[in-house]
């Protein structure tokens, strides 16, 4: 069994990735920028737009408006599926881009800390358990493959906690705070995904690849 980097030796390691990836990120040009700002802005706009729908039902529930909170939750769930599909096509294209790549600017694991639902925070350990075996390309790989299945997880889990709450199933009122949880991992994964992207980004930029950013 391999034992966890002890505190010292992970201050030792720290400053030389900061530095291995600030020089990373001195590679991106305007370009890169200009795509990763166009999709940032399309992730964020769907974001919002569900996030504002979930924060209007659950005010409508507060007040004592349950159709129409329930209408305003279908809202927000269409409005994810719609999304969802999208962000596995672009982590779908991203790890077709990495493979294209002599190397791929370094990445960190997910962090178990962050996320709320249970499958989620385990696949997280998982992405930790695995990254210290993997050369750099192969971590990111394993970055977009997590980021993946937790789409599919929080979603199937938003899903089904939306029709519990719609057709008035048992266990309803437990299934609207599960869905703030899941809202939380929902926006987690985005944000990672857009992480990830601009890793990307830095690594086409770093090999001169307008090629492929054009096709992003």
């Given at each position: 069994?391999?034992d966890p980097l002890?505190?010292?030796t992970?201050?030792?390691v720290a400053?030389?990735v900061?530095?291995l ?8 040009n305007p370009?890169s920028?200009k ?7 399309q992730?964020r706009a769907e974001?919002?737009?569900a ?11 507060a007040?004592?408006s ?5 209408h305003?939750?279908?809202v ?10 999208s962000?596995l096509?672009?982590l779908s294209?991203?790890?077709t881009?990495?493979r294209?790549?002599s190397a791929v600017a370094?990445v960190?694991?997910l ?5 709320r639902l249970?499958?989620?925070v385990?696949l997280?350990?998982?992405n930790?358990?695995?990254?210290r ?11 977009l493959?997590?980021l993946g299945r937790?789409?599919?997880l929080?979603t199937r889990s ?24 899941i809202?939380?991992d929902?926006?987690t994964?985005?944000?990672e995904t857009?992480?990830?992207l ?16 054009r096709r992003l």
């Amino acid at each position: 069994m391999i034992d966890p980097l002890s505190a010292e030796t992970a201050l030792l390691v720290a400053p030389a990735v900061l530095l291995l990836w600030a020089f990373w990120v001195m590679l991106l040009n305007p370009q890169s920028e200009k795509v990763y700002n166009r999709i940032e802005r399309q992730v964020r706009a769907e974001m919002d737009l569900a996030d504002l729908s979930y924060d209007e039902a659950y005010a409508l529930r507060a007040r004592g408006s349950a159709d129409q909170a329930r209408h305003l939750l279908k809202v927000g769930s269409h409005i994810m599926e719609r999304l969802t599909p999208s962000m596995l096509r672009l982590l779908s294209a991203m790890g077709t881009f990495s493979r294209m790549l002599s190397a791929v600017a370094p990445v960190a694991p997910l962090r178990p800390r962050d996320f709320r639902l249970a499958p989620i925070v385990s696949l997280a350990y998982l992405n930790g358990a695995l990254h210290r075996f993997l050369s750099a390309a192969e971590r990111y790989r394993l970055r977009l493959y997590i980021l993946g299945r937790g789409y599919a997880l929080a979603t199937r889990s938003l899903f089904d906690a939306t029709r519990r709450i719609v057709d008035g199933r048992a266990h309803a009122e437990r299934a609207w705070e599960h869905i703030r949880a899941i809202r939380h991992d929902l926006e987690t994964l985005s944000h990672e995904t857009l992480d990830s992207l601009r890793v990307l980004l830095v690594s086409l930029a770093a090999e001169k690849r307008e090629d492929l950013l054009r096709r992003l």
